[in-house]
C-alpha cells in the first residue's frame, strides 16, 4: 500500500486550503480537490480571483463540466457580470436523448464517458467568446473534449480558466491549445519512491 500523506496544503489564487491525498494504486496518489467541500465563501473568492484573470479575454459565456465545476462556473459567472453559462453534463438525461457528444477519461473515474452539449443551447455558445472553466485540469481529457464540444457549435474559446493545473501531462493532452489555460495554483502528483515513501512529481 501507498504510505499514506494526510494532506497537501496549496495555493488558490488568496486562498491556502489543505487538502487531502488519496491512494488511486499502490503506486500513485493525488491531492484531491473537491469544490463542493469548501462552501459557499470559499468558493465566491476563489470565482471572483478567477474572474480577475479571464477579465482581459471579453468573456462573453462560461462552459464547464458537470459536477465539480458548477459552483465555479456560477461564481465566475456572476463575478464577470454575465447571467447565463453553460454546462456539459456527463451522465445521460431525458433531454440529452439527441446531445452532441464526445468521449473522455477522467483520472478520478477511470471509466470512459460521453460529454453531453444540449443542441437547444448552442444558441448561448455559438458565434460567442468563451472561458471553458473546470475545477482541475489534471489529464487534460474532460478539457480536451469539451474544448472540441464548443468549437463544434461555433463557439471561440478564448481561455480555460482553473483553481488548480495537476501535473503537467495536460499540457501534452492539450497541444496549442494549453496555452489558453489561466489556473490559480498547481498541484503535483505524488509517486511512491524506492524507500516506500509518496514523492512530489510535478512532471507526471
Known amino acids: 500500500m501507498v504510505q499514506a500523506l494526510r494532506t497537501y496544503r496549496t495555493r488558490i489564487g488568496s486562498q491556502q486550503p489543505e487538502i487531502p491525498v488519496v491512494p488511486l494504486s499502490d503506486e500513485l496518489a493525488i491531492a484531491l ?5 469548501h462552501g459557499v465563501r470559499f468558493m465566491a473568492r476563489a470565482g471572483q480571483d478567477l ?13 464547464s463540466v458537470a459536477t465539480m465545476g458548477i459552483p465555479l462556473a456560477i461564481e465566475v459567472t456572476r463575478a464577470l457580470g454575465l447571467d447565463d453559462y453553460l454546462i456539459l453534463q456527463k451522465t445521460p438525461k431525458i433531454h ?15 471509466t470512459v464517458q460521453r460529454l453531453l452539449f444540449d443542441r437547444a443551447r448552442t444558441a448561448v455558445v455559438t458565434g460567442k467568446r468563451v472561458a471553458l472553466i473546470d475545477d482541475v485540469v489534471s489529464t487534460g481529457a474532460s478539457v480536451r473534449a469539451a474544448l472540441a464540444l464548443v468549437r463544434r ?9 482553473t483553481l488548480l493545473t495537476e501535473g503537467r501531462s495536460w499540457e501534452r493532452a ?18 511512491r519512491s524506492s ?8 512532471q507526471g
Do not use: M
Request: hydrophobic letters at 50%; glycine letters at 10%; zero cysteines.
Open 174 to 191: 492539450l497541444g496549442e491549445d494549453a496555452a489558453l489555460v489561466r489556473s490559480l495554483g498547481s498541484i503535483p502528483l505524488f509517486r
Open 153 to 161: 457549435v461555433g463557439g471561440e474559446p478564448v481561455a480555460i480558466g
Open 33 to 37: 480537490f473537491i469544490t463542493v467541500d
Open 51 to 63: 474572474a480577475e484573470v479571464l477579465l482581459p479575454y471579453r468573456v462573453e459565456v462560461v462552459v
Open 195 to 202: 524507500d516506500g515513501a509518496l514523492v512530489e512529481d510535478w
Open 96 to 110: 440529452l436523448s439527441d446531445a452532441i457528444d464526445e468521449p473522455v477519461k477522467s483520472i478520478t473515474t477511470g
